[in-house]
């Protein structure tokens, strides 16, 4: 069975930075790509950065330039570094699988608040 953890969120002031990390379990996943996404408390979720196999990457326009996206094949691991943090990156962070997208973990709560 297929299971994604979270963690590394917390409360942080505008302008600073948190380091996530989202490890699978219950198999080997350096083949597919590894995606985190965010949901806003009253919004939908929304895609945020994307990496592949090869660490090709791919941000949304809101966090370009401001989050880094790398993965750790060993040990089943994608990161999200968050720098310039802004309180409207305030959401629940969580991974994804492009091979098992229906699986979603607890996800990480980021609070960016002053």
């Known amino acids: 069975q297929v299971q994604l953890v979270e963690s590394g969120g917390g409360l942080v002031q505008p302008g600073g930075s948190l380091r996530l990390s989202c490890t699978a379990s219950g198999g080997f996943f350096g083949s597919t790509t590894m995606d985190w996404y965010r949901q806003a408390p009253g919004k939908e979720r929304e895609f945020v950065a994307m990496?592949?196999?090869?660490?090709?990457?791919n941000y949304s326009d809101s966090v370009k330039g401001r989050f880094t996206i790398s993965r750790d094949n060993a040990k089943n691991t994608v990161y999200l570094q968050m720098n310039s943090l802004k309180p409207e990156d305030t959401a629940v962070y969580y991974c994804?699988?492009?091979?098992?997208?229906?699986?979603w973990g607890q996800g990480t709560q980021v609070t960016v608040s002053s």
């Open positions: 994804n699988l492009r091979s098992y997208p229906d699986v």
């Open positions: 990496i592949t196999r090869t660490s090709w990457t």
